[in-house]
């Protein structure tokens, strides 16, 4: 079955530090987004792309990147971690634009 | 500022009964709307799309969608404790560019179904 899953699923790290999460769809859908999840904000966007060599910014991209060269993984990088970058993690992909988007497992980072 | 509220409970509902969770949105550019279901420490799951007024059914649930209100709810009937989650509310303006296209999410109600 296609599916979407996220490695690793728990990660501590320490401030400074280079983090990179990794997210591998085989749905082939085009589009893949990044969301963290914290109490009281719900889900927000970080970054989003439309295909391949395609990213942009969302929401709260300030200290994340993602590069696209491949249609299957979107990998999400935080430059200097941050304690404020304490969250869950979640990737997700969808068909098309403006369909609905299907979520990876999540990955739980903690920024020490 | 695209903004999805949602009343963050904790709502509790008897075995059996219907539970009526509400949402509502301040883009009137919104035009496709999603409930998710999240079990504690675990990823959303989707469970409803509603694209137009009125009422959608699937099984036990059953979206609600009013554009000129800007609200768009989520019935459950005969709740079972197995639907004890938090439900997320969704939007996304079909018609921007850029992030502001992209799925805006409330920040979810807590359902819990006593057995």
């Known amino acids: 079955d296609a599916e979407i899953t996220q490695s690793p699923r728990h990660k501590i790290t320490e401030t400074g530090r280079q983090v990179t999460l990794a997210c591998h769809q085989t749905?082939?859908?085009?589009?893949m987004f990044w969301y963290r999840q914290d109490l009281g904000h719900g889900l927000r966007l970080i970054h989003y792309?439309?295909?391949?060599?395609?990213?942009n910014k969302g929401e709260v991209s300030d200290g994340y990147s993602v590069s696209r060269s491949n249609t299957e993984d979107l990998p999400l990088t935080l430059e200097s971690a941050a304690s404020s970058q304490t969250s869950v993690y979640f990737c997700?992909?969808?068909?098309?634009?403006?369909?609905?988007?299907?979520f990876g497992q999540g990955t739980r980072l903690t920024v020490v | 500022q695209k903004e999805v509220e949602q009343n963050s409970g904790p709502l509790s509902v008897p075995e059996g009964a219907i539970a009526s969770l509400n949402c509502t949105y301040s883009d009137r550019g919104s035009q496709s709307f999603f409930w998710y279901r999240q079990y504690s420490g675990k990823s959303p799951e989707l469970i409803m799309s509603?694209?137009?007024?009125g009422d959608k059914e699937d099984g036990r649930f059953t979206a609600q969608l009013n554009k000129a209100s800007q609200y768009v709810s989520l019935l459950i009937r005969d709740s079972q404790p197995s639907d004890s989650a938090t439900y997320l509310c969704a939007v996304r303006a079909t018609f921007l560019a850029g992030s502001a296209r992209q799925l805006t999410f409330g920040s979810g109600t807590q359902l819990t179904v006593l057995p």
């Open positions: 792309s439309y295909g391949v060599q395609d990213t």
């Open positions: 509603i694209y137009s007024n």
């Open positions: 749905w082939n859908h085009n589009n």
């Open positions: 997700a992909s969808s068909e098309n634009k403006d369909t609905e988007a299907f």
